[in-house]
């Protein structure tokens, strides 16, 4: 049986992919329905069902006041690298600052 806490880590790795190509299908520069077309949308969309999944699998051996931040917190530190990675955005050193407090709150949570 898989672990909940590698089913939650699977799950924020879709979450954060997902929400770099939808990002990425917004910098196409489609228009309205257009957008809805885009293959970055539509994978997108497909992974953010596919999290779902993977959350809701690992709910059931996990409490939700600690998935969810941990969740949260791993896919941001993951939208934060693909978005300087694969996007080219910048990171400034307030937001790395706060990534580390993120960090800190998951760990007190999950105590």
Known sequence: MISSWILLFIAATF???????????????????????????????????????????????LSVNIAYPALVGVGALFVLIGS????KETINLVQIMGFVLIVIGVTLISK
């Open 15 to 61: 979450n954060a992919i997902a929400n770099l190509l939808i990002k990425r299908s917004s910098m196409q520069g489609l228009q309205g329905l257009e957008q809805l077309f885009s293959p970055f949308f539509i994978f997108g969309v497909f992974l953010f069902a596919v999290n779902i999944v993977f959350y809701t699998k690992a709910l059931q051996g």
């Open 84 to 87: 300087f990675t694969w996007l």
